[in-house]
Nanobody
Framework: VQLQASGGGLVQAGGSLRLSCVAS????????MGWFRQAPGKHRELVAE???????NYTDTVKGRFTISGDVAKNTVYLQMNSLKPEDTAIYYC????????????????????WGQGTLVTVSS
């Protein structure tokens, strides 16, 4: 199973991008999909996640600017990014995993079993 992320690119501050992630094949037993990002010299951090029931969770720095959507059962997830800032520059990864706690969050990369190859987002000032 491979997760294919796309939609990254170069955009000016204040602009928008929409990332897409589609799985080739079916991921076994997942109920969460998420977007992580990793900037040079920094650890990989959760940007947003969505559960199979549609519950979403965002890191504080993107709340009100980014929107995650998709269908976990169909292994597809999107990330609409508006009002982009230079500090949003990073490689963005989509991921899929299984969370045992209903209503809980999966904020750690180690909790996810499936990963895409990443797509680079660069925001210029």
């Amino acid at each position: 199973v491979q997760l294919q992320a796309s939609g990254g690119g170069l955009v000016q501050a204040g602009g928008s991008l929409r990332l897409s992630c589609v799985a080739s094949g079916s991921m076994f037993r997942i109920n969460r999909m998420g977007w992580f990002r990793q900037a040079p010299g920094k650890h990989r951090e959760l940007v947003a996640e969505i559960s199979s029931g549609g519950t979403t969770n965002y890191t504080d720095t993107v709340k009100g600017r980014f929107t995650i959507s998709g269908d976990v059962a169909k292994n597809t997830v999107y990330l609409q990014m508006n009002s982009l800032k230079p500090e949003d520059t990073a490689i963005y990864y989509c991921a899929g995993g299984y969370g045992a706690v209903v209503g809980g969050t999966m904020a750690e990369a180690s909790e996810y079993d499936y990963w895409g190859q990443g797509t680079l987002v660069t925001v210029s000032s």
